[in-house]
Structure formats: structure tokens, C-alpha cells
């Protein structure tokens, strides 16, 4: 397949724009594959391209149950960061960030990753404390962080609401200069191509269904397609975790699905070029190549499969966005969605070999899953070729939460719906 | 979304606080024991099914009773609310 370059596309548009083949090929699944990953989103994909590449372990196959891209990936407000806290969380969201900057090479196909900065504002003097705190533990582990005051943020950002008239007036903010947006669906449709081009099959409309066993190891899995055998068997469906491993007898995890809404408004000229976050609430903004404004708060906080929320985040968020950007009042609403978020009791990742023989997981992204894509498939590769965890994913086992070894960013205990 | 308050009546979603997976939270080890596992299991171990689901739900903004609701958590369609605690 051909390499997109500005020289194939003179090529192609030679050849009056006939010869553009798709992307990935639709291969009917073989009898059985050397490592199978139940789940075509982001990290699944992403998954099989590095263990094509990185561990040269090709006979992979990537069942999706829906088309590719249906489910987080192609759901999410496309934010990439790394400004975390604690120690088990920085160098795994760096090195994805790291991956990030070169990801449309890699891939040879444009995610559109632009690093167009994230500023978490802050309102009060303790979360100034809280945010010195942060952006130093990001300093001191590689990363890059700043404080930007009321004037910077006032000519940056036009529109922002930094008077003292505010309810909530602003006192500055945190900003991530590395930090920015991507563009979600080519991100799927990026490692879709570049683990087809080295043989990994994507099998589109094929739902597991069940595990096949011998004894407790999972030697295969049922699916609407047929039985596909395989020695190792890597799970990454994020929201729908729970019931895909109730199907292999797992009836109980740390991990409860919730929806979380995003939305869109109607397309404007440019008038926001960073990724901005609201200290008084729960907010983050930012504007997509088209026009519009990209946003989204809380999740619902109640459990749901439905990919669709409630009124009163639709209202919290439209206040909180108002309340930073009081001129956005007069935008309209152009669509709204949810997603099922795989949130975990702690706040933070699983990636890890088990719980089964044979079985791999990766799970519990909460919604901070899109901006881990690259380095959660990087790890999850690593775990399923080599039987143990990379480095930088050893704290995320599923062990952790009965070994008093948690991972809470937050602070908040196991409650996932505050996570 | 509304839960019919056996109390106070029919009420929108925003007058309730969601406090989690009922049939975890009432099925609490014995304060007394000390088994690692049951109560690692209660802290951090959940069902989240997909379909009919038993959560607790506080009508903070109504009566402040906490309900036992049985929802859907595909449809949110709610089958049975349950007053806890109720006084004789």
C-alpha cells in the first residue's frame, strides 16, 4: 500500500484521484491468531500496531463489535496532556505525550496533534497552592509546566471573563505548553492503517461473545463471526469491560460504567487557541479546526450503559461555560453525546497480564483515555509479548486495590462516580 | 430522569445524591471481622451490570430519606423504589 506523501498525492491526482486504495483491508478471520485483542477502539488498535512493530509479533487480530472508531475514540473532546501528580501517573502520560509528538510519522498518517497548550485556571488561593504543587512534580519528573497570570490569560484569551466582577474571579492558571488536541477519529483510523500494513487483521462486526477455556486458561474466544483460537488474549473495551469479562466468568471488578456527556456548538471564527479548564467547577474547552467549540464537564455520576446523559450536567456544564466565556451565551448547541466511561476505584488505569492464564487487561481509563491512547497501547503491547508489565505500567495492576497500593490523583476514595 | 420519593413524590434527578451499588453497600462485612479479602472486596469490588440495577440513592433536596432504587441502567427506566431505614 502506498505511502501518503505530497508526492502521492500529485500521483494520485494524475491518475485523476482512481487509484487511492482503503486504508485497512476487511479480512474474514482465520482459524486462530497468535495474540487476539478483543476491542477496536483507540487502545486496541493502537495495541496491535505496537506489537507489530515493537515486538514483531504480526498473526494479530483486532476484533471490533461495531465499526471501527464507534466507542470512546471517536467520542471524546480530544484533549492530549500529562499534568498529573503522582509519581505512578507522570512518567507513563509523558512518555504517551512523548509518542504523541511524533505519532503522525510514525504512522504516516496526519492525526492533526496540535500543541496548542492547556491552561487548568485556577480561583482561589489554595488551588494556587494545589497547582504550584502540580506543575513542580511535573517539572521535577521531565515534564513542562507554567504559571500564567490574569494579564497574560486576558490577552491570550479575549473572551475570558477575568474581572474581579466574576462570581468566581480568575487568579491565574496552570498551563502544559506541550499539552493540545488531536484529531480522535484519524487517530483510530491512523493505527487502523499501520497495523493492516503489517498484517494485523481487522475484523470489524465481530462481537465476543465468549471465552474458550481449557481449564482456566483462555485459549480463544467465541464470536458472531465463529470460534477464532489464539494464544494470548488482550481485552480493551473500556466501558463495556465488565460484561465482556463477565462472559469469561469474571464477575467482579474495581471498575463501574458511567456516562460522561460532550458537546459541540455552532462553528465561529477563531477566538480560542488553548485548551482552557474552569477551577470552579468542572470544565474543559477548547475550539476544533472547524469552528466550534469542544466541551464537556463531569460525568453523570450514577451508573449507565447509555450513551446518552441527564439534564442537570447539560445545565451545569452550559453554566460553567457561560460563567468563563459570558459572550459564548449566545451560541447555539449543535449536538450532544455520551460515551461509557470504564471508571476505576481509584481514578487511575489497569494494564496487566491475567486475571485469567492467557489473558491480558486494560481497563479503568475513567475519561481520561484518549490523551493515554499511544502510550497504554505501547504498554498493553509490551505486557501481552513479554508476560510482565513494561516499567512504566507495572503500578497499574488490578492487584493494587487489594494491596493498598492505589493510585488516587483525586483524593477520593473509592467512589468512582467522583473520580 | 425522576425517582418517584415514596415520601415526597415524583421528583427530578437533581434533588437526589447518588451514593452507589445497593446490594454492595447493604451487604457490608460484620464490623467485627477482620477478613482482608471480604473487605477488599466490599471496598473496591463492583457487578456493574448492564440491565437492572439495585443503587442507593440519598432525596437530599427533599426528605433526606435514603431510597433503594432498582434502575436500568440502559433504559434508566426505574422498577421498584425502596424506603430504608423507615420508622415503625
Known amino acids: ?419 | 430522569m425522576r425517582i418517584a420519593c415514596p415520601h415526597c413524590g415524583t421528583r427530578d434527578l437533581a434533588e437526589f445524591t447518588y451514593h452507589g451499588d445497593a446490594a454492595n453497600a447493604l451487604a457490608r462485612p460484620d464490623p467485627a471481622s477482620s477478613d482482608q479479602n471480604a473487605w477488599n472486596a466490599f471496598v473496591y469490588d463492583r457487578a456493574n451490570p448492564l440491565g437492572d440495577h439495585d443503587e442507593l440513592w440519598q432525596h437530599a433536596g427533599g426528605c433526606r430519606r435514603f431510597l433503594k432504587v432498582t434502575r436500568n441502567t440502559v433504559t434508566h427506566g426505574i422498577s421498584a423504589t425502596e424506603m430504608l431505614g423507615a420508622r415503625s
Open chain 1, 1 to 419: 500500500m502506498a505511502r501518503y506523501s505530497a508526492l502521492e498525492i500529485v500521483r494520485q491526482a494524475l491518475g485523476g484521484n482512481k487509484g487511492w486504495k482503503p486504508a485497512w483491508r476487511k479480512p474474514d478471520p482465520k482459524p486462530a491468531y497468535d495474540v487476539i485483542i478483543v476491542g477496536g477502539g483507540g487502545h486496541g488498535l493502537s495495541t496491535a500496531h505496537y506489537l507489530a512493530k515493537e515486538h514483531g509479533i504480526t498473526n494479530v487480530a483486532v476484533l471490533e463489535k461495531g465499526w471501527l472508531g464507534s466507542g470512546n475514540i471517536g467520542r471524546n473532546t480530544t484533549i492530549v496532556r500529562s499534568n498529573y501528580l503522582l509519581e505512578g501517573n507522570v512518567p507513563f502520560y509523558e512518555h504517551s505525550l512523548k509518542l504523541w509528538e511524533n505519532l503522525s510519522h510514525d504512522l504516516n498518517y496526519n492525526v492533526m496533534f496540535s500543541q496548542r497548550s492547556i491552561i487548568n485556571l485556577f480561583h482561589t488561593p489554595a488551588q494556587e497552592d494545589e497547582a504550584a504543587r502540580r506543575g513542580n512534580s511535573m517539572i521535577l519528573q521531565g515534564g513542562d509546566a507554567r504559571f500564567v497570570r490574569p494579564d497574560e490569560l486576558k490577552r491570550r484569551m479575549p473572551a475570558l471573563d477575568v474581572s474581579d466582577r466574576a462570581r468566581l474571579p480568575v487568579l491565574g492558571g496552570l498551563e502544559q505548553p506541550r499539552a493540545g488536541t488531536a484529531r480522535h477519529d484519524a487517530v483510530a483510523w491512523g493505527y487502523a492503517r499501520a497495523a493492516d500494513q503489517r498484517g494485523v487483521d481487522i475484523i470489524e462486526n465481530c462481537e465476543v461473545t465468549g471465552f474458550v477455556r481449557d481449564g482456566d486458561r483462555v485459549i480463544g474466544v467465541e464470536t458472531s463471526r465463529g470460534r477464532i483460537m489464539a494464544k494470548k488474549v488482550g481485552v480493551a473495551v473500556a466501558g463495556s469491560t465488565s460484561e465482556v469479562m463477565r462472559r469469561a466468568g469474571i464477575d467482579r471488578l474495581p471498575i463501574e460504567s458511567h456516562v460522561l456527556q460532550a458537546f459541540v456548538s455552532e462553528s465561529l471564527k477563531p477566538c480560542l487557541d488553548t485548551v482552557v479548564t474552569f477551577g470552579g467547577g468542572h470544565l474543559y474547552i477548547s475550539q476544533s479546526d472547524k469552528g466550534s467549540l469542544v466541551f464537556g464537564g463531569d460525568i453523570d455520576g450514577y451508573n449507565s450503559w447509555a450513551q446518552r446523559g441527564n439534564l442537570p450536567v447539560v445545565e451545569d456544564v452550559m453554566s460553567e461555560v457561560v460563567a468563563m466565556f459570558p459572550a459564548f451565551a449566545k451560541l447555539r448547541l449543535l449536538r450532544s453525546w455520551g460515551g461509557i466511561m470504564d471508571m476505576s476505584m481509584d481514578g487511575s488505569p489497569i494494564i496487566t497480564t491475567g486475571p485469567l492464564p492467557g489473558m491480558y487487561l486494560n481497563t479503568g481509563w475513567c475519561y481520561g483515555g484518549f490523551k493515554a491512547t499511544p502510550a497504554s497501547g505501547f504498554c498493553f503491547a509490551h505486557t501481552i509479548a513479554r508476560d510482565e508489565p513494561h516499567p512504566l505500567n507495572a503500578q497499574y495492576s488490578l492487584q493494587r486495590f487489594h494491596k493498598g497500593t492505589v493510585i488516587d490523583e483525586k483524593g477520593q476514595g473509592a467512589t468512582p462516580w467522583k473520580h
